[in-house]
């Protein structure tokens, strides 16, 4: 039996959920999430504490159990704090600028780069080589934080490129050559 999705959900003060049998949705100061529930799973809310439950041992419906309360403990964080990411550019020339909803990023290629942003997700930049991203979705968040790394990956030779702010990267010694 999955751990992780026997493990009950508090439910702060402030954050509002309703379960339609399809969906749950999450109501907080921040804005309002939804989840689509799968078949096989139910939700109970009883007082300010939720639960997630399996009607089958099918291996389908246990692989989503721990999925789902991991979710939806992750949407109550994000409609009570919210989520951020940071990320730096680093390389000669390289930069970022907000452009209407999109991102426009110089780094290196012969042209820039934009990248519309989705609804849900907002982006600050400061001293044109930090990006943070916020939002209240933490997949989302996370996934167009990962296709902005993918514009430039770092580079693991010249330590160029977009990387995650605080992400370590190793440097690889390059060809020694004949001496």
Do not use: C
């Amino acid at each position: 039996m999955s751990r992780i999705g026997r493990k009950p959900i508090t439910i702060p003060s402030g954050v509002e959920v309703s379960v339609n049998h399809p969906e749950v949705s999450i109501k907080g100061p921040l804005g309002k999430v939804t989840w689509p529930l799968p078949e096989g799973l139910t939700v109970s809310v009883d007082g300010g504490v939720m639960n997630v439950n399996r009607d089958s041992e099918d291996t389908h419906v246990r692989a989503l159990h721990g999925l789902t309360r991991a979710e939806l403990s992750n949407q109550i964080d994000g409609v009570l704090k919210g989520y951020e990411r940071t990320m730096e550019l680093t390389g000669v020339g390289y930069r970022a600028q907000i452009e209407g909803q999109a991102l426009s990023f110089n780094v290196g290629y012969s042209h820039p780069v934009s990248l519309v942003l989705p609804d849900g997700v907002t982006a600050t930049v400061e001293k044109q080589t930090v990006v943070s991203l916020r939002g209240i979705d933490k997949r989302l968040v996370t996934q167009v934080a990962a296709k902005i790394r993918q514009v430039k990956s770092p580079d693991v030779y010249k330590q160029k490129g977009i990387k995650y702010s605080g992400e370590i990267l190793r440097k690889k010694a390059g060809k020694a050559g004949k001496k």
